[in-house]
Every structure is written in structure tokens, then in C-alpha cells.
């Protein structure tokens, strides 16, 4: 019995010693994400014909739309009736504009269906009460 009693009283002493080592390996610091969409140093060279298949408009799952055209070899990008924006092809299916605003990957597949993704710079506002809304990074799916 004697046996019995001390072999638990060791193994609650080692469950909680255990407890203790492994909660400090459980702690995890997340930093704040950056709200920042970068140019690479290298784009991609993506020709007029190429760019062809993804000209048009697309449906966002926040309600918007994104609006994508070419004047000459200049591609733009615009959200709803927000500004124009120009853009180059950073890979076969991934843009981003010139002024860092938008960034965007599209994966156009066999059957016409169209997924992807688009991030979008919100600039910081200044509400009607006086209250101000920080600048904040939008991600949007395609519908």
C-alpha cells in the first residue's frame, strides 16, 4: 500500500515538473504584421498577349471589384471606382502596382473558374465623429 501511495505521489511530482518545463516552451510571441506590400527587385516580363487571358473584371468576396486593363504596354489595376493604379507581373499570375497600394495573385484554371487573392493598402481615415482609422491592409478573395 505503502508503495502504491508513493508511486503516486512521485508521478504528481513529475507531471507538474513537467507542466512547468513545457509552459515556457509554450509561450509564443507574435510580432505585428507588416503593412507593407514590397516591388521586387525583379519583375516578370509578362507581354501583351499574355497578359490578354487576365484583362477583365472580377468579383471580390468583400463586394468590390477589380477592374484589370492595358493602355499599350501599361497594365493597370482598379478596385470599384477607387483610383487607377499601374502594375507590372511580378509572376505568370501575380501583380503589384508601381505605388505599393495593391497586390494581387490570380490562378485562372482549366474549366474558366478564377481564384486568387488581393491585398489592398487602406490608407489611415479620419472618421465623421473625429475618430481616426489606422492604415490597414485588406485581403480579399476572388468569387
Known amino acids: 500500500m505503502r508503495k502504491l501511495f508513493l508511486c503516486t505521489v512521485l508521478s504528481a511530482l513529475s507531471f507538474s515538473a513537467f507542466a512547468q518545463a513545457t ?17 521586387p527587385a525583379k519583375t516578370y516580363r509578362m507581354t501583351s498577349e499574355d497578359f490578354y487571358q487576365f484583362k477583365g473584371v472580377y468579383s471580390l468576396s468583400n463586394g468590390q471589384t477589380l477592374s484589370l486593363s492595358q493602355r499599350g504596354n501599361t497594365q493597370y489595376a482598379q478596385v470599384s471606382d477607387q483610383e ?15 505605388d505599393k497600394q495593391l497586390q494581387m495573385r490570380i490562378d485562372i484554371k482549366d474549366d474558366g473558374d478564377v481564384t486568387g487573392e488581393l491585398l489592398m493598402i487602406v490608407p489611415a481615415q479620419t472618421l465623421s465623429e473625429g475618430s481616426i482609422r489606422k492604415e490597414q491592409l485588406l485581403v480579399a478573395n476572388f468569387r
Open 84 to 98: 487607377r493604379h499601374k502594375i507590372v507581373a511580378t509572376a505568370d499570375n501575380a501583380f503589384v502596382a508601381l
Open 23 to 39: 509552459n515556457d516552451v509554450d509561450t509564443v510571441t507574435i510580432s505585428k504584421p507588416q503593412l507593407r506590400i514590397e516591388i
